[in-house]
């Protein structure tokens, strides 16, 4: 999905304009995949924009940081935190998606990279629906990856790493080319994993059913939220192994990411999904999280960090 330039980018300590936050082609992650990155969105709401699970997020950078031994003391979490609401803010932007990114940068060729220096950036851009604009609606149809996902003994699921990103490209080129939206990961043993970048709930029986972290999924912060929201809507949510045929035999299935948000799926390898379009729990759970991230839904979970935007200059002063 193409992106609209923003003003300001946040580049190793200074904000700077769209066009000058570059960085030189020996940078080693351009080479090696040696950085740490999140996705985070920010929703319009009747009192501006505000940041959903901002701190889950950061966590979750620090935690991607920690495992590539990437010392974070000059951006502790509160200034991250804040730098990623000052880029919604700068930028004047209503809703948008927040692309904070560590990494390894120019200083020797070398697979080591504890030698290079540690480069950051942030920036807002605008983005709308990921996996296409009536996804969130009517579902979208998905197959079953010739690719697995990485065990937790050949790399660290519970990174965001840029490296470890190739196999979900893999995945999705797969299914774009296939005629796909999105293609389904199995892990290392044939049980279901995820999507190259969302998580996946099943429903059957009236339960909402998804693979355990020790199916090396990414930790999930939608996939979290899904299961909060379940739970606040008194269903029951199971951890279990998912089998490939437990795919086609679900009620319904559901994927779930911050590019993704809540989104549908209609089919698995042409395979219709119980009726075949949304289901009944998936409405329900999507119903509560639109409302959520939008502040429509009392924001019980304090999921919510407020963008301040200034306030529009008042006639005659
Ligand atoms: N799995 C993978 C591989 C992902 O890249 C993502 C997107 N970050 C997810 C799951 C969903 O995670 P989240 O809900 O935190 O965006």
Known sequence: MAINPTDWIFLNGAWVQWEKATVHVTTHA????SSAFEGIRAYETEDGPAVFRLDAHITRLLDSCKVLRIPMDDYPQAELERLCVESVQRNGLRSCYIRPIVFRGAGGL?????????????????????????SVEQGVD???????????????????????????QLVSVEARASGFA????????????????????????????????????????????????????????????????????ADELLMTGTAAEVTPVRSVDRIQIGKGGRGKITQRIQE??????????????????????????????
Request: proline share 6%; hydrophobic share 45%; charged share 20%.
């Open 30 to 33: 351009l080479h090696y995949g």
């Open 110 to 134: 070398g697979l080591y990279p504890l030698d290079c220096p540690i480069d950051i950036a942030i920036f807002a851009v605008e983005w709308g629906r990921y996996l296409g604009a009536e």
């Open 142 to 168: 998905a197959m079953v990856s010739s690719w697995r996902r990485f065990s937790a003994s050949t790399a660290m699921p519970l990174g965001k790493i840029g490296g470890q990103y190739v196999t979900s």
């Open 182 to 249: 999105e293609g389904i990961m199995l892990d290392e043993r044939g049980c279901v994993c995820e999507g190259a970048g969302e998580n996946l709930f099943a429903v059957k029986g009236g339960r909402l059913i998804t693979p355990p972290m020790a199916s090396a999924i990414l930790g999930g912060i939608t996939r979290d939220s899904v299961i909060q929201i379940a739970r606040d809507l008194g269903i029951e949510v199971v951890f279990e192994a998912i089998s490939r045929d437990m795919l086609y035999l």
């Open 288 to 317: 509560r999280f639109f409302a959520q991230v939008a502040g429509k839904h009392p924001d019980t979970h304090g999921w919510l960090t407020r963008v301040p935007m200034p306030e529009p200059a008042t006639v005659g002063a």
